[in-house]
């Protein structure tokens, strides 16, 4: 899936910081006051992986 030359990993890949791991936000989430804008989340984390397993999953069950 494309937008404006982007792809889905294009845009989850904005939210990597320099561990490697995730972040929850780009700004202050007021819900969410444990997430921190400049340390990476365990748990964003997990999901980026586990939604990036999924695509993979999805496109290889659609070429077969």
């Avoid at 972040?23 to 819900?31: F, L």
């Amino acid at each position: 899936m494309l937008q404006d030359d982007n792809t889905l990993l294009d845009g989850l890949m904005k939210y990597r910081v320099e561990d490697g791991e995730f972040i929850h936000s780009k700004v202050y989430d007021w819900e969410n006051p444990t997430s921190k804008l400049d340390e990476s989340n365990f748990i964003d984390s997990e999901t980026v992986t586990m939604s990036i397993d999924c695509d993979t999953v999805w496109i290889s069950y659609l070429l077969n």
